[in-house]
RNA sequence: GCCGCCAUCGUCUAACGGUUAGGACGCCAGAUUCUCAAUCUGGUAAUCGGGGUUCGAUUCCCCGUGGCGGUACCA
C-alpha cells in the first residue's frame, strides 16, 4: 500500500479559525492513524489577496494545540518548496505541457470583454472564443509579449466522475465545465493547476479540504487524466456553521485560533470538542483524548452536512478537560495567559489554595480572573446579611463567638473537609443551632458576598488569623 | 438562471429495512444544601412534505420544499 500523505494547503489571507481547524485535524487524523505524513502547503497564488503575517500565525496556533507537520515551509521536506510562489518555473512547465498535449490553449480575451460577455449571455461560462486558436501563431504572440492566460480544454459531452470518500460518487456533464484559467496572465497558476501539480508531485494519498471544492473537483479529475496522472483519494469535508447557516469565517463571529488560547480554552478541549461535530466512531462516546481518536478514526464515518458551532458544548468539554489538571497546573496555565492577579504578588501556595475552591465555578481559566476579591482585601459587610434568612441575631451571635473563640485551638487546617468538621463541631456542640445558623454568617463575614465557596473553603484558603479577624469584626458589627 | 451537495430533538449526533427513534450539550424539575457552583436523579424535545418499492421505511427510488456551495486571470 501505498503512504498516506495528507496535507494542510491554506493561502495566506488570513487568520485561521475553529471552522478551519476541523479540516485540519481531520486531514491530520487520517495521516496520524495511518502512520502516515502531515504537509503543510502555502497556496500564495493570488498576490492581491496575501496577508502579511497570518501563517505565523497559524504555525502559532498550531503549536498551541500540538499539530506537528512532518513538511513544510518551516520543516523543509524532499518535496520543498513548499510555498507555491516559489514554484512557478514548475507550473509553467506542466502547463506547457498541456498546451503541448492539446489539452490547453492561450486566451488573449481581456477581462473587460469576458465581463461583457458574461452580462450579455444566459450561460455564465466563457465562449471558448481562443479555442480554436492555431498554437504556434499563439505562442508567437505570447513571446512578442502579448498578455494572454491558458485555459483548460475541456472535452464536451462527457461525463466526468469524482470518487470522494464522504459524497460517493459525484457526476459533472464536461457541458457545464468551463474552460478553467490555469495560467493566469501575472505568470501565477490559478489554484486548480497548482493543486493537482503539487499534490501529484508531493506525493499526496488523500486530498482533504473543504466541500465548497467538491464542484470544481471535476475539473481536477479532468487535469489528472490530461496528465496521465493516478487519481488521489478525494475527501471532501463539511463545513463548521455559524448560527445563520452559513459558513463560519472571521465576518461570521469566528474568532482567530489563538484566541482560544487568551480565553483560557484548552487544547484538548477545542479539539475534542471540534472533532466530534462532524465526526464519530459510531459508540456514544463523547470524550475521547487524541489517542483513542487516532485509534478509532475512521474517513467513511465523516459527516456530510456541515454543524452549527456552539460555544456550549465547547464550554462543557472545557469544563472536563479543566477538571483533569491539578491545581499546580491550572496555576501556571493561568499565568501563561496573563492574569490580573500578577500585580498582586501573592505565593503561588495561596493562589494555588484559590484555584482549589474556585475551579468547580470556572468555564475557562481566564474566569479565574472573575473570581472573589474577598481574598485580596477586607469585605465591607451589610449588617442585615450577617443573620441566616432562618435565624436570628442572637443565635448568630452566640455562634460567631464559638466560632472565634474554637478557631484557635483547632488543630486540623490541612484540607476545607478539616475545617468542615470544624464548624460542624460548633453546630453539633449546640442544641439550638441548625447548619444554617453557623455557617452563613461565617461565610459572609469572611467574604461579604451573596455568594461564594463554603465557609469552611474561605478559612481554609484565609488562614487562621485572617478568618478570626473577619469574624470578630463581624460581631463587632452586629453587636 | 445553470451546476452540485445536504436534510433525525433548539444544537452536536446514533440507529448501514424491523428500536418504546438511542446518546450528548442546553433547558426544566427534584435530590443534596449555609449561598453560588459542583455532583446525582428524572423530565422536555426530532425523522422537511408528497408519492412510490416493501409484509415493514429515519434508512432505498422519484418529485417537491428548504438550506448551503459553485458558477472569477480568489482560494
Same mark, same amino acid.
Given at each position: 500500500?501505498?503512504?498516506?500523505?495528507?496535507?494542510?494547503? %491554506?493561502?495566506?489571507?488570513?487568520?485561521?479559525?475553529?471552522?478551519?481547524?476541523?479540516?485540519?485535524?481531520?486531514?491530520?487524523?487520517?495521516?496520524?492513524?495511518?502512520?502516515?505524513?502531515?504537509?503543510? /502547503?502555502?497556496?500564495?497564488?493570488?498576490?492581491?489577496?496575501?496577508?502579511?503575517?497570518?501563517?505565523?500565525?497559524?504555525?502559532?496556533?498550531?503549536?498551541?494545540?500540538?499539530?506537528? =507537520?512532518? #513538511?513544510?515551509? +518551516?520543516?523543509?521536506?524532499?518535496?520543498?518548496? *513548499?510555498?507555491?510562489?516559489? /514554484?512557478?518555473?514548475? !507550473?509553467?512547465?506542466?502547463? $506547457?505541457?498541456?498546451?503541448?498535449?492539446?489539452?490547453? *490553449? !492561450?486566451?488573449?480575451?481581456?477581462?473587460?470583454?469576458?465581463?461583457?460577455? +458574461?452580462?450579455?449571455?444566459? @450561460?455564465?461560462?466563457?465562449?471558448?472564443?481562443?479555442?480554436?486558436?492555431?498554437?504556434?501563431?499563439?505562442?508567437?504572440?505570447?513571446?512578442?509579449?502579448?498578455?494572454?492566460?491558458?485555459?483548460?480544454?475541456?472535452?464536451?459531452?462527457?461525463?466526468?466522475?469524482?470518487?470522494?470518500?464522504? !459524497?460517493? $460518487? &459525484?457526476?459533472?456533464?464536461?457541458?457545464?465545465?468551463?474552460?478553467?484559467?490555469?495560467?493566469?496572465? $501575472?505568470?501565477? %497558476?490559478?489554484?486548480?493547476?497548482?493543486?493537482? &501539480?503539487?499534490?501529484?508531485?508531493?506525493?499526496?494519498?488523500?486530498?482533504?479540504?473543504?466541500?465548497?471544492?467538491?464542484?470544481?473537483?471535476?475539473?481536477?479529475?479532468?487535469?489528472?487524466?490530461? =496528465?496521465?496522472?493516478?487519481?488521489?483519494?478525494?475527501?471532501?469535508?463539511?463545513?463548521?456553521?455559524?448560527?445563520?447557516?452559513?459558513?463560519?469565517?472571521?465576518?461570521?463571529?469566528?474568532?482567530?485560533?489563538? #484566541? !482560544?488560547?487568551?480565553?483560557?480554552?484548552? %487544547? @484538548?478541549?477545542?479539539?475534542?470538542?471540534?472533532?466530534?461535530?462532524?465526526?464519530?466512531?459510531?459508540?456514544?462516546?463523547?470524550?475521547?483524548?487524541?489517542?483513542?481518536?487516532? $485509534?478509532? =478514526?475512521?474517513?467513511? +464515518?465523516?459527516?456530510?452536512?456541515?454543524?452549527?458551532?456552539?460555544?456550549?458544548?465547547?464550554?462543557?468539554?472545557?469544563?472536563?478537560?479543566?477538571?483533569?489538571?491539578?491545581?499546580?497546573?491550572?496555576?501556571? +496555565?493561568?499565568?501563561?495567559?496573563?492574569?490580573?492577579?500578577?500585580?498582586?504578588?501573592?505565593?503561588?501556595?495561596?493562589?494555588?489554595?484559590?484555584?482549589?475552591?474556585?475551579?468547580?465555578?470556572?468555564?475557562?481559566?481566564?474566569?479565574?480572573?472573575?473570581?472573589?476579591?474577598?481574598? =485580596?482585601?477586607?469585605?465591607?459587610?451589610?449588617?442585615?446579611?450577617?443573620?441566616?434568612?432562618?435565624?436570628?441575631?442572637?443565635?448568630?451571635?452566640?455562634?460567631?463567638?464559638? &466560632?472565634?473563640?474554637?478557631?484557635?485551638?483547632?488543630?486540623?487546617?490541612?484540607?476545607?473537609?478539616?475545617?468542615?468538621?470544624?464548624?460542624?463541631?460548633?453546630?453539633?456542640?449546640?442544641?439550638?443551632?441548625?447548619?444554617?445558623?453557623?455557617?452563613?454568617?461565617? /461565610?459572609?463575614?469572611?467574604?461579604?458576598?451573596? @455568594?461564594?465557596?463554603?465557609?469552611?473553603?474561605?478559612?481554609? &484558603?484565609?488562614?487562621? #488569623?485572617?478568618?478570626?479577624?473577619?469574624?470578630?469584626?463581624?460581631?463587632?458589627?452586629?453587636?
Amino acid at each position: 500500500m501505498k503512504k498516506v500523505r495528507a496535507r494542510f494547503a %491554506p493561502s495566506p489571507t488570513g487568520n485561521l479559525h475553529i471552522g478551519n481547524l476541523r479540516s485540519v485535524l481531520y486531514g491530520y487524523l487520517l495521516a496520524k492513524s495511518k502512520q502516515g505524513d502531515f504537509i503543510l /502547503r502555502i497556496e500564495d497564488t493570488d498576490q492581491t489577496r496575501y496577508v502579511e503575517g497570518s501563517i505565523d500565525m497559524m504555525l502559532e496556533g498550531f503549536d498551541w494545540l500540538g499539530v506537528r =507537520f512532518d #513538511e513544510g515551509p +518551516r520543516e523543509g521536506g524532499e518535496f520543498s518548496p *513548499y510555498i507555491q510562489s516559489e /514554484r512557478l518555473e514548475i !507550473y509553467k512547465k506542466y502547463a $506547457d505541457e498541456l498546451i503541448n498535449k492539446g489539452w490547453a *490553449y !492561450y486566451c488573449f480575451c481581456s477581462q473587460d470583454e469576458l465581463k461583457e460577455e +458574461r452580462i450579455k449571455g444566459d @450561460q455564465l461560462m466563457y465562449s471558448g472564443k481562443c479555442r480554436a486558436l492555431d498554437v504556434e501563431e499563439s505562442k508567437k504572440r505570447v513571446t512578442n509579449g502579448e498578455k494572454a492566460v491558458i485555459r483548460l480544454k475541456v472535452p464536451k459531452g462527457r461525463e466526468v466522475v469524482v470518487n470522494d470518500v464522504v !459524497y460517493g $460518487d &459525484v457526476k459533472f456533464d464536461t457541458n457545464f465545465i468551463d474552460d478553467q484559467v490555469l495560467m493566469k496572465s $501575472d505568470g501565477f %497558476p490559478t489554484y486548480h493547476l497548482a493543486v493537482v &501539480v503539487d499534490d501529484h508531485l508531493m506525493e499526496i494519498s488523500h486530498v482533504t479540504r473543504s466541500n465548497e471544492w467538491l464542484p470544481s473537483s471535476g475539473k481536477h479529475v479532468l487535469l489528472y487524466e490530461a =496528465f496521465g496522472w493516478e487519481l488521489p483519494t478525494f475527501v471532501h469535508l463539511s463545513p463548521v456553521l455559524a448560527d445563520d447557516g452559513k459558513k463560519l469565517s472571521k465576518r461570521k463571529g469566528a474568532l482567530p485560533l489563538i #484566541e !482560544y488560547k487568551k480565553l483560557g480554552y484548552l %487544547p @484538548q478541549a477545542v479539539i475534542n470538542y471540534i472533532v466530534l461535530t462532524g465526526w464519530n466512531a459510531g459508540d456514544n462516546v463523547e470524550v475521547m483524548s487524541w489517542e483513542e481518536m487516532l $485509534d478509532k =478514526f475512521d474517513v467513511s +464515518r465523516l459527516q456530510k452536512k456541515g454543524s452549527t458551532y456552539n460555544v456550549e458544548k465547547l464550554n462543557w468539554y472545557n469544563k472536563i478537560y479543566l477538571s483533569n489538571l491539578s491545581a499546580d497546573e491550572l496555576l501556571s +496555565r493561568y499565568l501563561e495567559i496573563g492574569s490580573n492577579w500578577n500585580v498582586l504578588n501573592l505565593d503561588k501556595e495561596h493562589l494555588k489554595k484559590i484555584i482549589e475552591v474556585e475551579r468547580s465555578r470556572i468555564i475557562t481559566i481566564k474566569d479565574l480572573d472573575e473570581m472573589g476579591k474577598y481574598y =485580596f482585601e477586607e469585605p465591607e459587610l451589610e449588617v442585615e446579611k450577617i443573620v441566616f434568612k432562618k435565624s436570628t441575631k442572637e443565635i448568630t451571635l452566640d455562634a460567631l463567638h464559638l &466560632v472565634l473563640k474554637g478557631i484557635d485551638n483547632w488543630e486540623k487546617w490541612d484540607k476545607p473537609e478539616d475545617l468542615f468538621e470544624f464548624l460542624k463541631s460548633i453546630v453539633n456542640g449546640n442544641d439550638h443551632f441548625s447548619n444554617g445558623d453557623v455557617f452563613w454568617p461565617v /461565610r459572609y463575614a469572611l467574604s461579604g458576598a451573596d @455568594q461564594s465557596p463554603s465557609p469552611n473553603e474561605l478559612m481554609w &484558603v484565609l488562614g487562621r #488569623e485572617k478568618s478570626g479577624m473577619r469574624i470578630k469584626q463581624a460581631i463587632e458589627l452586629l453587636s
